[in-house]
């Protein structure tokens, strides 16, 4: 050591974390309520609520019941809330005519929320999945997943979608193209301010698995959606779709998984400023719950520190089936 080197470390970043006062003093990222969207899970009949038994904690409700979880978010602050059918299997065709059949599941919801609880933005899914026999978000012909008639089907959804009152509509599909048919189905039915939240990077993951229970599309799944969902080692690709997306008339963009995709999130926000929102997906929720369950974490602290990771990613918000107790911790 020379002399006129001090006997102690330079920089002390300790120092700012040594109370809780200095660690708010320097705390970069904030979870908000306003940060927060809701999926739930709609089936039908009334006054009906079952477990989905691969993500503890989460029901499938009836519409009414549905609604009545509206009005409760709303009151708990959650700005959005997202909607996904459990169709029955009896109503799933080869033509997914149950889709944009005005009075389907998803938009008799839409109807009942806008009653219940006005203020709360109402999301949708767009994909044929639900309503489709062999399980997949397009048609398939031949084998093949084919881009250009299952597009003329999404708009025909996203149309009767925004006209049972739809705030947000949520292209989860990964069909080429859909955003711009979309966007100008919408603006010639002078659905102007409905906006479009793009699941834009969306991957072929098999952290779907407990959300395929729950809408009851595992069983029909024939095969898997490597032909148009992304391949996880990919990352430029997301931004080429994102950026296609933008140009196409989305409002917001979508990453889903998020916790094993932040790379994809912080890349997204840094190239676009773009409103950007992550889904953390069931197999997430269910990874923490049944690790919760079993003693192994603390659910809630686990919780919270996923949640806050997505705002430190660089995400203006994330889809969470946590919304709700998220928003009755920060209540205090
Ligand atoms: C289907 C859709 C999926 C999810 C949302 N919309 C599943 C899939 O692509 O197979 C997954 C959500 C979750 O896992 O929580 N269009």
Redesign the pocket.
Known sequence: MTPTQAPFPATRLRRTRATPALRALVRQNELSVNDLIW?VFVRDGEGQEEPVPSMPGVVRRSVDLVAQAAAEAQALGIPAICL?PYTDPGLKTEDCAEAWNPDNLSNRAIRAIKEAAPEIAVMT?V?L??YNINGH?GYVVDGEIVNDATVEALVKMALAQAEAGADIIGP??MMDGRIGAIRDALERAGHHNVSILS?AA?YA?A??????D??G?SGA?KGD?KTY?MDPANSDEALRLVARDLSEGADMVMI??GMPYLDICRRVKDAFGAPTYA???????AMIRAAAQNGWIDGEKAMLESLMAFRRAGCDGV?T?FAPEVARYLQG
């Open positions: 999926p996904f899914d994909a999945d639900p978000d989860s599909d699941y969306k993951s952290f779907y698995g407990p959300f395929r729950a809408v599309a799944l959606k969902q889903k998984p889904y953390q997906v069931s197999g997430e929720y889809l089936y």
